[in-house]
């Protein structure tokens, strides 16, 4: 079956200016996550759903990331007035208990 | 102090050896285990979940010592394919966020 999708797969975009990313979890799965990969770095948890809420958003870096899951489906992942140290890969991941499922990633670049 | 600590490597090995993984995590309350492998520019994919009791997966074993806060990953007979960063990862509640380690690369050459 259809594992983890996220688009776009790469984005450039210059400083200053909103991204939006989005993850398409594999169906039936309750839970989704949010992960950030910098050059080098281990990942970094940003934000996970329990269906379309989310019990924790501790690994948000700063109120420019938000977040949202509508029809316990798809998330969009938003930065606005994004800053280089946002480059990274932008890595989202599904369950539906214990074991997390990742999709490719998306690799932001901001120049 | 990271929550989860791992060396970094590399760990260069030929094709047959025996190569073992050490981690350490810091918060006692850590309930689920796992390791992960991730090649270059891909995403992680889980390996193993980890067991107070052991557990072997072909050739791969995975251990955990809740007293001493460690897990270990052991690979007999390397392959050229075992080639790849190895990330401990901890869970605080089943089903909840995943703490990764850095990662541990592996090179098998033959």
């Known amino acids: 079956g259809a594992g983890v999708s996220q688009s776009p797969s790469n984005k450039v975009t210059e400083k200053g200016k909103d991204v939006e990313l989005r993850c398409d979890p594999i169906s039936g799965h309750t839970a989704l996550y949010w992960y950030r990969q910098r050059l080098g770095q281990g990942l970094e948890f940003l934000i996970y759903f329990q269906g379309n809420s989310a019990p924790d958003k501790s690994g948000l870096p700063s109120d420019r990331f938000s977040a949202e899951r509508t029809g316990e489906s798809v998330s969009t992942l938003t930065i606005q007035r994004t800053q280089q140290e946002d480059s990274a890969v932008y890595l989202c991941a599904s369950s539906f208990r214990n074991e997390q499922f990742f999709g490719p990633g998306t690799r932001l670049t901001v120049l | 102090r990271k929550e989860v600590e791992q060396d970094p490597g590399p760990f260069n090995v030929p094709e047959g050896a025996t190569v073992a993984f050490n981690c350490t995590y810091s918060n006692s309350a850590s309930q689920s285990f796992f390791w992960y492998r991730q090649d270059c520019r891909k995403e992680p994919k889980l390996l193993m979940s980890?067991?107070?009791s052991g557990n072997e997966d072909g050739r791969f074993t995975a251990q955990l010592n809740r007293a001493s806060q460690y897990i270990s990953l052991l690979i007999r007979d390397s392959k050229l394919s075992d080639s790849a960063t190895y990330l401990c990862v901890v869970s605080r509640q089943a089903g909840t966020a995943l703490i990764f380690g850095k990662g541990t690369t592996l090179s098998v050459s033959s």
């Open positions: 980890v067991y107070s």
